[in-house]
């Protein structure tokens, strides 16, 4: 049964909402990750595309929540010209659904999916993302009380 018609006066967040808790997590990323990013979009859409789940192989769209597209910092050549913009994308439909199983807070989990796309833009592994994030966790913990 999903959330919505468990408790119908509760709306599902929005693709806005969801960019909103995108953009307050950034004040949060680590500041090393912040220098470069100033031409990476950060994209909110419902699902991936048919063409991102076939080249991924996913079995549902609800198993990948965010995804980088481009080429990572440390994979270009210095007068390469990109032929696109460099993208995040959050999907909201899965991010929701993984909110819902898990009980997990939306804000973390959106910070989450950004902190961890953040660093395929830098062309990161899984351990050094991971090791960002608990930065990231620590850094917010002792901040000063004051985020919504």
């Known amino acids: 049964m999903c959330a919505q018609s468990a408790r119908p006066d509760i709306l599902a967040p929005t693709a806005d909402h969801v960019a909103a808790l995108a953009e307050d997590a950034l004040s949060s990323v680590p500041e090393k990750l912040l220098k470069p990013?100033?031409?990476l979009a950060i994209l909110v859409e419902e699902f991936p595309d048919d063409e991102t789940c076939?080249?991924?192989d996913l079995e549902t769209p609800f198993d990948l929540l965010g995804l980088y597209q481009g080429v990572p910092l440390g994979?270009?050549?210095?007068?390469e010209t990109p032929a696109?913009?460099?993208?995040?994308?959050l999907y909201r439909?899965?991010?929701?659904?993984?909110?819902v199983e898990t009980g997990e807070d939306l804000y973390h989990v959106v910070r989450h999916v950004l902190i961890h796309e953040i660093g395929h833009?830098?062309?990161?592994?899984?351990d050094e993302m991971e090791e960002l994030e608990r930065q990231a966790?620590?850094?917010e913990a002792n901040a000063p009380v004051g985020r919504a």
Not at 75 to 79: C, I, P, Q
Not at 93 to 99: F, G, K, T, V
């Open 54 to 56: 076939e080249a991924m």
């Open 93 to 99: 439909r899965p991010i929701l659904d993984y909110w």
């Open 37 to 39: 990013i100033a031409g």
């Open 84 to 89: 696109d913009l460099d993208r995040i994308f």
């Open 121 to 126: 833009h830098y062309g990161y592994s899984d």
């Open 75 to 79: 994979h270009r050549s210095s007068g």
């Open 137 to 139: 966790e620590e850094d």
